[in-house]
């Protein structure tokens, strides 16, 4: 079956630490994206990558990293910079165009105390 | 002022009835989305239209685009289609650079 899988479901972290949340796709999809979800608001793009080798910030990428070495996966490191990061985090894939469908993984729900 | 805004944010209705969530949008679009979300996270991709209308089962989606407005509806709702409708955007310029998000709106639909 193709799809989108994000590990693990839930994660927790002491404060200062750094961790990366994992995201693979078997959609043979060129984009990827991370977005974050906090109560109240809308998701919001913190990094996407339109092909493999690069990506580029979204509009709250502080406090964040990703790579994109292969077309499968989109890691994401959230890092101690990063000041509230408490928060549940949604990968995507597209085609590759800016009107495609995304498709979305089912989450990490991320506590850091 | 956000640009997506969604309405209403919450909506509770019996079964059976039409409901109506509607969406506006201030930015130049290539096309915009609905999604639905699930009580566990996961999101759902329901429509993605760049003009008139389009119909899936019970839901229908239709937009005008010289308005900057989106209305998604449900008829003869029932309990399961409870969850979170969020509306999004892809903005004109042709790069997958990311959707922007409404707030999204919480519906309970009550048996």
């Known amino acids: 079956d193709g799809g989108i899988t994000q590990s693990p479901k839930y994660l927790f972290r002491k404060e200062g630490q750094n961790v990366t949340l994992s995201c693979e796709q078997n959609l043979n999809h060129d984009a990827m994206y991370w977005y974050r979800q906090d109560p109240g608001q809308g998701l919001r793009l913190i990094y996407y990558?339109?092909?493999?080798?690069?990506?580029q910030k979204g509009d709250i990428a502080e406090g964040y990293s990703v790579s994109r070495e292969k077309k499968e996966s989109f890691p994401l490191t959230v890092t101690s910079a990063q000041k509230n990061p408490t928060a549940f985090y949604l990968c995507?894939?597209?085609?590759?165009?800016?009107?495609?469908?995304?498709?979305f993984g089912p989450g990490t729900r991320l506590t850091v105390t | 002022k956000n640009e997506v805004e969604q309405s209403p944010q919450n909506l509770t209705a019996q079964e059976g009835e039409f409901i109506t969530i509607n969406c506006s949008y201030s930015?130049?679009?290539?096309?915009l989305h609905w999604l639905q979300q699930h009580p566990g996270g996961g999101i759902v991709s329901l429509f993605m239209?760049?003009?008139g209308k389009k119909k899936h089962g019970r839901l229908i989606a239709t937009i005008n685009i010289q308005e900057k407005h989106s209305s998604l509806h449900i008829t003869a709702s029932h309990p399961r289609d409870s969850a979170v409708y969020i509306c999004a955007v892809s903005r004109s310029g042709g790069g997958a650079d990311g959707l922007t998000f409404g707030k999204g709106t919480h519906l309970i639909i009550q048996p």
């Open positions: 995507a894939s597209s085609i590759g165009r800016g009107s495609d469908e995304q498709y």
């Open positions: 239209l760049s003009s």
């Open positions: 990558s339109q092909i493999v080798n690069d990506f």
């Open positions: 930015v130049g679009i290539s096309a």
